[in-house]
């Protein structure tokens, strides 16, 4: 049993930057591989970042590419998402998620099998 919990989502200007936390409860492992994803009102949950086991290897989808930076804390079972240069666009539910061990590509959300409750994540123009 893994539980996931986020923090730091708010209301922010654009141009502005927010960092969002992830902190992993009950059975963890510092090997999983963990992502942020997000859901735009009336869109479907999208993939944002992932970070490996060894946090040597990110990977973003293009949108956020030079404005997110994904990170993590393994010894303090913690994962953060810094976003920089937000947009209106980046406005969504934000949520963290553990990946499993499975044949599904690190973008797809049957990859995973832990998620967070969501932060709210909004951006004005």
């Known amino acids: 049993q893994v539980q996931l919990v986020e923090s730091g989502g708010g209301l922010v200007q654009a141009g502005g930057s927010l960092r969002l936390s992830c902190a992993a409860s009950?059975?963890?492992?510092?090997?999983?591989?963990m992502g942020w994803f997000r859901q735009p009102p009336g869109k479907e949950r999208e993939f944002v970042a992932l970070?490996?086991?060894?946090?040597?290897?990110?990977y973003y989808t293009d949108s956020v590419k030079g404005r997110f930076t994904i990170s993590r804390d393994n010894a303090n079972n913690m994962v953060y998402l810094q976003m920089n240069s937000l947009k209106p666009e980046d406005t969504a539910v934000y949520y963290c998620?553990?990946?499993?061990?499975?044949?599904?590509?690190?973008?797809?959300?049957?990859?995973?099998?832990?998620w967070g409750q969501g932060t709210q994540v909004t951006v004005s123009s």
């Open positions: 009950g059975r963890t492992f510092s090997s999983d591989a």
């Open positions: 998620a553990r990946k499993s061990n499975s044949f599904n590509y690190y973008y797809n959300v049957d990859a995973y099998d832990y």
């Open positions: 970070i490996t086991w060894s946090g040597s290897s990110t």
